[in-house]
């Protein structure tokens, strides 16, 4: 058996400390150590993009790092993104411009959809694309996911207001 290691990682704004085997994937840590389900185990190879999380601030497919690698880092999971009565602005795109079907896939959309956001505020619809390429939707053909991002997009610029949506 592997020697345990311990790790410091910030998630969601609260310090976590725990012993981990030096083998355990972020995604299981935050998932079976923290109990923080909304990010997804969709394939274990990094294809689908369902445990898509920001680790300092940059999207990362939790199923690609070691938590130990996470080590006295920050990590935002979907639970942190937004809260109960306040949502982020991509979480209320998903909802105002029906961005999901079966929501396997939102956790890690929305995730990448940040992200993105983070780094391009004004992106056009093949920015958009590009930016969720990494991440897989099994039932929709990513027409609302693109406007949902479109709408998050405009209402962080201030653009939008909440329920705009319903007119176009």
Same mark, same amino acid.
């Given at each position: 058996? *592997?020697?345990k290691a311990?790790v410091?990682?910030?998630v969601n704004g609260q310090p976590?400390?725990?012993? !981990? =085997?030096?083998?355990?994937?972020l995604?299981h840590? /935050?998932?079976? @150590?923290?109990? /923080?389900?909304?990010?997804h185990?969709? #394939?274990?190879t990094s $294809? #689908?993009?369902? #445990?898509t999380? @920001?680790?300092d601030g $940059? +999207?990362v497919k939790?199923c690609t !790092?070691f *938590? !130990?690698q *996470?080590d006295g880092?920050s990590v935002?999971?979907? =639970?942190?993104?937004? +809260?109960?009565g306040?949502l @982020?602005?991509v $979480? =209320?795109?998903f909802?105002?411009m029906h961005g999901? $079907? #079966?929501?396997f896939c939102?956790p890690?959309? %929305?995730?990448?959809?940040a992200?993105? /956001?983070? &780094?391009n505020p004004?992106?056009s619809?093949? =920015? %958009?694309? &590009?930016?969720?390429?990494g991440?897989y939707c099994r039932c ?14 405009d209402?962080?610029?201030?653009k939008?207001? !909440?329920?705009?949506a *319903?007119d176009?």
């Amino acid at each position: 058996m *592997a020697d345990k290691a311990t790790v410091h990682i910030t998630v969601n704004g609260q310090p976590h400390t725990s012993e !981990v =085997e030096p083998r355990l994937l972020l995604v299981h840590y /935050l998932r079976e @150590h923290l109990g /923080l389900t909304g990010t997804h185990v969709g #394939c274990d190879t990094s $294809q #689908c993009g369902a #445990c898509t999380v @920001h680790l300092d601030g $940059q +999207a990362v497919k939790s199923c690609t !790092v070691f *938590a !130990v690698q *996470a080590d006295g880092s920050s990590v935002t999971t979907i =639970e942190g993104i937004g +809260a109960m009565g306040h949502l @982020h602005p991509v $979480q =209320e795109g998903f909802w105002e411009m029906h961005g999901l $079907q #079966c929501g396997f896939c939102t956790p890690g959309m %929305i995730m990448a959809a940040a992200d993105l /956001l983070n &780094h391009n505020p004004n992106p056009s619809e093949e =920015e %958009i694309r &590009h930016g969720l390429e990494g991440n897989y939707c099994r039932c929709t053909g990513y027409h609302n996911i693109v406007r949902a991002v479109q709408y998050a997009a405009d209402k962080m610029s201030g653009k939008k207001s !909440v329920g705009a949506a *319903a007119d176009d």
